[in-house]
């Protein structure tokens, strides 16, 4: 079946830190991959997509690439702050079910400081 | 503003009873879940719709029912509500093709 791992947390890390939060997945074909992000009593916001191999997705200084032979899309940014902080949510949408719903990694609590 | 829109953001709820949590959208998106969030878990499916009147099961659907009778409104009905189902439940819709979902700011549900 479909499923995403993602790294547990808490990352606690100082401003200006370079972050990596890592992300797995199970799937079949090639599904669209998603990064979302919520801030403490905020629903969830779109950060980023990948809709195939190769394909990087950017926003706000965080990147992650769509790795089809380690089928992983691991989340980075150069330097993070503390505005940052926040639950970080790996996600995927299967191949081809374009009506299925988001399956979702289970969230990294991400904690900067200053 | 275009979005989600979620109501009630706070429920109590006294364990057997049931209500209706809300959640409606003008985008006219086909597409429309429903999840609840709980620590450590992540956000689980409970419903979801590919349009009016089409609703499927997710991963988690026991003791909640839905219905989808126009494409904005997608209520989640707790038919006999229970303390496990103390979580925050948010409803998120889509519109195809390769773009993400779009989340209501959510509804925090306590039963005792």
């Known amino acids: 079946g479909n499923s995403v791992t993602q790294m547990e947390g808490p990352v606690t890390l100082s401003e200006e830190a370079f972050l990596t939060i890592n992300c797995t997945y199970t799937?079949?074909?090639?599904?669209?991959l998603f990064w979302y992000v919520q801030y403490p009593g905020e629903g969830l916001q779109l950060l980023l997509k990948a809709t195939k191999a190769d394909d990087k997705g950017s926003n706000k200084g965080f990147e992650a690439t769509y790795r089809k032979e380690t089928t992983s899309f691991h989340l980075e940014k150069g330097s993070v702050q503390v505005s940052d902080s926040a639950v970080y949510f790996c996600?995927?949408?299967?191949?081809?079910?374009?009506?299925?719903?988001?399956?979702f990694g289970k969230g990294t609590t991400l904690s900067v400081s200053s | 503003n275009a979005g989600v829109t979620q109501t009630p953001k706070f429920q109590v709820l006294k364990t057997g009873q049931s209500m209706t949590l809300q959640c409606a959208q003008d985008m006219n998106h086909e597409y429309m879940s429903w999840y609840r969030q709980d620590p450590g878990m992540g956000l689980r499916l409970i419903h979801y719709?590919?349009?009016?009147?089409?609703?499927d099961q997710g991963e988690v659907p026991n003791g909640y029912n839905v219905s989808r009778s126009t494409t904005e409104d997608f209520p989640l009905r707790l038919l006999s509500a229970a303390p496990s189902q103390t979580s925050v439940y948010f409803c998120a819709s889509f519109s195809g093709g390769a773009y993400g979902y779009t989340f209501g700011s959510g509804t925090r549900l306590t039963v005792v």
């Open positions: 799937a079949t074909g090639y599904p669209s």
């Open positions: 719709s590919v349009g009016a009147g089409i609703t």
């Open positions: 996600a995927l949408r299967p191949f081809n079910q374009a009506g299925t719903a988001l399956i």
